[in-house]
Each structure stands twice: as structure tokens, then as C-alpha cells.
């Protein structure tokens, strides 16, 4: 199977994994998603994230994402892709975005590494802004 966009994959299973009260889910790995995956949990969206390395059975990886919750609550409210194969979006530092008036965060892809709009506001740069979480 052949993903086109394997971040949009991504936040998608991580988006049923929680209408389906799932406590823990596994996605195929890729140096992107482990970095998404580790600002999620540095943010305290999801409880743990542990990589797979690959192997012969495994040529990509995996990644075994814990996910978070409050009660009966998900800790993650929504989900959201920006910048789509087919639809770029670059932001100067100017125009970080700010999610929910700041109750939530845009991960950045920039020239120094994938970080979030915060670190990308403090450090002065700008960048591809791929998904937003709240």
C-alpha cells in the first residue's frame, strides 16, 4: 500500500485509535513521525512514544505511540493537517500561528529541525507548518 501522505496517515490513526478508545497504537516509522511523535509527548499529548529500528520483516520501522488520557477524555481534542502535498504552507517567524489562542500547538518543519511554533517563535525562524493539535 502505497501512502501519499504519511503525516496525514499518521494523525489519522492517532485520530480513530482515539474515537475507538484505544489506549496504545503502532504506526509505520519514518524520521518525520518520530519527531512529531516526540514533540507530542515533550507537550504531554500522549503518555509515551518508543521506536522500532527497522529490521529485515520491518524495512521502515515502527513506532509505538501510548496515547493520553484524562478519565474518559482524550488529552488531544482535535487534530489538524496544514500543509498537504498538494498545498504548501510556509510561514515567516513573523506569522507563526498561534492555536487556540495558545492552548494548543502548530508543529513546524524548519531549516534547524521540527519543532513547534513556540521554539520556532524563540529561535526567530520560520518554516513549513505541517499540523496543529489542541
Given amino acids: 500500500m502505497v501512502i501519499s501522505d504519511p503525516i496525514a ?3 489519522t490513526r492517532i485520530r480513530n485509535a482515539i474515537m ?7 504506526i509505520p516509522g519514518s524520521t518525520i513521525k ?3 511523535a516526540e514533540i507530542l509527548q515533550q507537550e504531554g499529548y500522549i503518555s509515551r512514544t518508543d521506536w522500532t529500528a527497522p529490521s529485515a520483516g520491518n524495512p521502515q520501522g515502527s ?4 496515547l493520553k488520557w ?3 477524555d482524550s488529552v488531544i481534542d482535535g487534530l489538524k493537517r496544514i500543509s498537504k502535498p498538494g ?3 510556509y ?12 492552548l494548543g500547538i502548530a508543529i513546524l518543519s524548519t531549516s534547524s529541525g521540527v519543532m513547534t511554533e513556540k521554539s520556532a517563535r524563540n529561535a526567530g525562524i520560520g518554516g513549513e507548518v505541517l499540523c496543529e493539535i489542541w
Avoid at 91 to 101: A, E, S, T
Wanted: proline share 3%; aromatic share 0%; no cysteine.
Fill in 9 to 11: 496517515d499518521m494523525l
Fill in 20 to 26: 475507538a478508545r484505544h489506549e496504545s497504537l503502532t
Fill in 34 to 36: 518520530k519527531s512529531i
Fill in 63 to 66: 513506532i509505538d505511540i501510548r
Fill in 70 to 72: 484524562d478519565g474518559k
Fill in 87 to 89: 498545498r504548501r504552507i
Fill in 91 to 102: 510561514v515567516g517567524h513573523g506569522d507563526l500561528p498561534k492555536v487556540r489562542n495558545g
